[in-house]
């Protein structure tokens, strides 16, 4: 709109900031400055070192993709993905089946007492993860712990449990702890994807004498599907990045024999303990790909399939 | 739903949802009981109700860390942070939002790309600079950062487009107000709504991180809670009583806040998910 231009006073030279619109850039500099300094710089500069490993106390030689190639050569290391993929399926396959049950309940049948629920099972989710870690370490002490005090008064056990010494069972425990703090914020998260499914298809597909089953299947979980990649993706970045909680519960040890020894926590001993600051920041990039690779590959599996629906219907 | 549902269907649901429910808040609730036992007393069996050791455990975390300097260095670092973010957070949104300049799609589209980027990709290398710059051990690092909040610049900026129209900027220009002006009196109190639900997160956030802190602080005077509440297993052994106390202190900043807020805390999450 030219109305926008403001006239340059007499005997100046039109300059580049006496277009109105040009003004914009000065908005929004501050923002770009911080990001570069603090954020893209330092991980250009991550990368740089993870091209580097140390020579002497002092400086630091150049190795390529050495530092790679020694990491996929580490049990350790490996393991580390493995523990991680596995902590974020035990809790990301319940945490979705609960919460698309919880979200179809909550929002589309009459239940007294709707919000107060929602903010209850919502609750753990924003709760200090260290906070949480060191809760769930104490309820779960096998001498002290809370929880086998309960299921021994139940009698459902006669031995205390070792919860955080056989292997299998703490990967369950972090998966717990993350199903008990997520459930709820993926059930509000669908629960706002269903508010923008009409009403009007559920009642059609209702006067044809579809059953509940049938609406669910056949209406409600193809158009919730881009609001469930979007809780898949995020939940991925998320699930990959985990450390508070193996952190805490282990005193950063990752025990028993690194069965909790996720990609963070084994990236930030690797750093700040022993460090090997270029061997982690090549378990840094190495992390990044592989969210990057399976985000990619979700992303189009799911909006291939809506494309070819979209294309029928 | 139109369906109507049996009795035995009712009670098996509500059920189902009341246990839910409870398991979302006994680990809570068994902080605060135990927090009122001694040690002791936690060994021995389960209690549902208060005990009486609220005192002693608090003098045995006192005798240790001074807890509450952990609540003054998360309020240091938190605080300042969500200002920053808040007020460029505004500024940028608005740059977006009603300037027309060459650019802008790409340049947004790249703000928007950044938050895919997990937190700990730059770790390593912010920590190589912060060395370099001789910021180790200073709450700068932690605060600084904060002044770029993708997620923030694009809550805001749809905030604005919907809500603020052009016309009213327009007329300000006529009435000769500055560019500072507009942005300071008429932008920054329209937007607020949008800002403040943004500036929970934020809060909540720069509250709960452990890495960062762990990673560029050194002075253990200086450890924000969730620093200080890792480390106090290490401390207290096996003083239960005295450890669900420092527990329960940590989280009930942050559980007010999600009880007081948890309208807008929805809001904000929800409008997130269904326009990304």
């Known amino acids: 709109m030219t109305t926008r231009i403001k006239a340059a006073p007499p005997g100046h030279r039109r300059g580049f900031f006496d277009k109105r619109d040009n003004k914009g850039y000065l908005f929004i500099l501050p923002f770009f400055l911080v990001m570069l300094v603090f954020q893209l710089y330092p991980i250009v500069y991550t990368f740089a070192l993870s091209l580097t490993a140390p020579l002497n106390l002092f400086e630091n030689e150049f190795v390529g993709l050495g530092n790679y190639t020694r990491l996929f050569a580490n049990e350790v290391f490996l393991k580390s993905i493995f523990n991680t993929w596995f902590i974020w399926l035990m809790n990301f396959i319940p945490q979705i089946v609960f919460a698309l049950f919880l979200a179809v309940v909550l929002y589309e049948w009459k239940v007294a007492g709707k919000d107060t629920l929602r903010t209850i099972y919502f609750l753990p989710n924003l709760v200090t993860a260290a906070s949480i870690g060191v809760l769930f370490a104490v309820l779960l002490d096998w001498q002290y712990g809370t929880m086998n005090h309960l299921l021994m008064n139940l009698g459902v056990i006669k031995e205390p449990i070792h919860w955080l010494q056989n292997k299998m069972i703490t990967r369950g425990t972090v998966s717990l702890i993350q199903w008990w703090q997520w459930f709820g914020y993926t059930m509000i998260i669908i629960m706002a994807g269903l508010s923008s499914i009409s009403d009007e298809l559920y009642e059609a597909a209702f006067m044809d004498g579809a059953s509940r089953i049938q609406l669910f299947f056949r209406i409600t979980l193809p158009l919730l599907r881009p609001i469930l990649l979007y809780v898949f993706i995020t939940s991925l970045i998320g699930g990959m990045q985990i450390f508070d909680i193996p952190r805490v519960l282990t005193n950063g040890r990752g025990a028993p024999d690194n069965a909790i020894t996720t990609m963070v926590l084994y990236l930030y001993n690797q750093a700040f303990k022993n460090f090997n600051i270029g061997y982690a920041a090549a378990v840094a990039y190495t992390l990044f790909f592989m969210i990057l690779f399976f985000s990619a590959l979700s992303f189009r599996m799911m909006s291939g399939k809506t494309k070819e629906k979209g294309g029928l219907g | ?276």
């Open chain 2, 1 to 276: 739903m139109i369906q109507k549902r049996s009795r035995l269907e009712n009670t098996v649901l509500y059920v189902f949802l009341i246990i839910l429910a409870i398991i979302s808040i006994t680990p809570f609730y068994m902080m605060v009981i135990n927090a009122t036992h001694s040690n002791v007393e936690i060994s021995q069996n389960i209690w549902l109700t208060p005990g009486s050791s609220l005192g002693d455990n608090y003098r045995i975390i006192q005798g240790k860390v001074n807890i509450w300097r952990g609540f003054l260095s998360s309020a240091i670092i938190s605080v300042p942070s969500v200002l920053l973010s808040a007020f460029f957070s505004a500024m940028t949104a608005y740059g977006f939002a009603k300037f027309h300049f060459k650019g802008k799609e790409v340049l947004f589209w790249f703000i928007l790309s950044t938050m895919m980027i997990p937190q700990q990709l730059g770790l390593i290398g912010y920590y190589n600079l912060m060395t370099h710059l001789r910021l180790i051990d200073s709450f700068l690092p932690l605060i600084l950062p904060a002044a770029a909040n993708a997620a923030m610049v694009f809550f805001v900026r749809s905030y604005i487009e919907a809500s603020i129209s052009d016309s009213l900027i327009e007329a300000a220009i006529i009435d000769g107000a500055r560019e500072s002006y507009i942005f300071l009196r008429l932008i920054l109190p329209l937007a607020m709504p949008s800002i403040a639900t943004m500036s929970i997160f934020t809060f909540i956030n720069k509250w709960n991180d452990l890495i960062t802190p762990m990673v560029l602080l050194n002075s253990a005077s200086k450890f924000p809670m969730p620093v200080v509440i890792s480390n106090i297993r290490g401390l207290y052994e096996n003083n239960f009583g005295a450890i669900y106390l420092g527990v329960a202190i940590s989280v009930t900043p942050i559980i007010i806040v999600v009880v007081t807020f948890s309208r807008s805390i929805i809001k904000g999450l929800t409008i997130g998910a269904v326009k990304g």
